[in-house]
C-alpha cells in the first residue's frame, strides 16, 4: 500500500470529502510528523507507536564500491518504535506468528 | 507530539471542525494499522516504509536467570526512513 491507496481507502469510508481535499490531508499528516522529527521532537501515536530522533556519533566509514576511507560526521535518524497495541496485532494476525517468508527487501 | 497535535494542524490548515479532523486523524492510524496487521507493507513517499518482517524462532537467555529459553517465531514491524525525511532531519 502507498500514500495514494491510503488516500483511496479513507475517500471511499469518508464519503463526504473529495478525494483532493483527503489527499491535502494525509500530506499534512506527514509533513507535520517530518517537521516535528527534524525540531527533534518525538511523536507518540497512541496504539500505533512513537518516533524519536537519535544522534549517530560522527564515525570513520568506508565507500564499499571503492574502499576509500570517507568521514561520516555527527548525525541525527529517526527511529521508529512500535506501539504495544500494534506489535500484538501484527504477531497474531491472521496467518499467527508465521514462519518466515522470503526476505522482504526494504527500500 | 501526540494525536491532538496533528488533530489541531488539520483543524487549523483545512479548516475542518475539530470532531472531523479527530475522526480523520483516527481513520489514517486505524487504516495503517489494519493494513499491517495483514502483513501488507506501506510506503509513504517522502516518509519511510513501514515493513512486517517474519522472524525465526531463535535461542535466548533470560539475561536474570541465565537460562536459556526459545523465542518463538514472530512478526515484527520495522520502518525505514526515507532519504527524503533523513535530511529533513539533518539540515542545517
Given at each position: 500500500m502507498n500514500k495514494s491507496d491510503l488516500v483511496d481507502i479513507l475517500t471511499e469510508q469518508l464519503k463526504t470529502l473529495s478525494r483532493k481535499e483527503v489527499d491535502l490531508i494525509v500530506d499534512t499528516v506527514f509533513d507535520k510528523m517530518t517537521e516535528s522529527l527534524s525540531q527533534g521532537d518525538r511523536i507518540e501515536i497512541r496504539g500505533f507507536g512513537s518516533f524519536e530522533v537519535r544522534t549517530r556519533q560522527a564515525r570513520?566509514?568506508?565507500?564499499?564500491?571503492?574502499?576509500?576511507?570517507?568521514?561520516?560526521?555527527?548525525?541525527?535518524?529517526?527511529?521508529?518504535?512500535?506501539?504495544?497495541?500494534?506489535?500484538?496485532?501484527?504477531?497474531?494476525?491472521?496467518?499467527g506468528a508465521a514462519e518466515p517468508k522470503q526476505k522482504v527487501s526494504g527500500e | 507530539m501526540t494525536k491532538a497535535d496533528l488533530v489541531e494542524s488539520i483543524y487549523e490548515k483545512i479548516g475542518f471542525s475539530k470532531k472531523e479532523s479527530s475522526d480523520i486523524v483516527e481513520m489514517i492510524f486505524d487504516t495503517m494499522k489494519d493494513t499491517l496487521e495483514r502483513g501488507e507493507k506501506i510506503k509513504i513517499s517522502g516518509f519511510g516504509n513501514f515493513v512486517v518482517r517474519a522472524k525465526r524462532p531463535r535461542?535466548?537467555?533470560?539475561?536474570?536467570?541465565?537460562?536459556?529459553?526459545?523465542?518463538?517465531?514472530?512478526?515484527?514491524?520495522?520502518?525505514?526512513?526515507?532519504?527524503?525525511?533523513?535530511?529533513?532531519?539533518?539540515?542545517?
Amino acid at each position: 500500500m502507498n500514500k495514494s491507496d491510503l488516500v483511496d481507502i479513507l475517500t471511499e469510508q469518508l464519503k463526504t470529502l473529495s478525494r483532493k481535499e483527503v489527499d491535502l490531508i494525509v500530506d499534512t499528516v506527514f509533513d507535520k510528523m517530518t517537521e516535528s522529527l527534524s525540531q527533534g521532537d518525538r511523536i507518540e501515536i497512541r496504539g500505533f507507536g512513537s518516533f524519536e530522533v537519535r544522534t549517530r556519533q560522527a564515525r570513520q566509514g568506508r565507500n564499499p564500491k571503492s574502499g576509500e576511507k570517507v568521514f561520516v560526521t555527527t548525525r541525527r535518524v529517526p527511529f521508529f518504535k512500535v506501539g504495544k497495541e500494534l506489535k500484538e496485532r501484527i504477531n497474531g494476525g491472521p496467518e499467527g506468528a508465521a514462519e518466515p517468508k522470503q526476505k522482504v527487501s526494504g527500500e | 507530539m501526540t494525536k491532538a497535535d496533528l488533530v489541531e494542524s488539520i483543524y487549523e490548515k483545512i479548516g475542518f471542525s475539530k470532531k472531523e479532523s479527530s475522526d480523520i486523524v483516527e481513520m489514517i492510524f486505524d487504516t495503517m494499522k489494519d493494513t499491517l496487521e495483514r502483513g501488507e507493507k506501506i510506503k509513504i513517499s517522502g516518509f519511510g516504509n513501514f515493513v512486517v518482517r517474519a522472524k525465526r524462532p531463535r535461542m535466548g537467555r533470560n539475561p536474570q536467570t541465565g537460562q536459556e529459553i526459545e523465542i518463538s517465531a514472530r512478526r515484527v514491524l520495522t520502518f525505514r526512513p526515507s532519504q527524503v525525511l533523513k535530511q529533513a532531519l539533518n539540515k542545517e
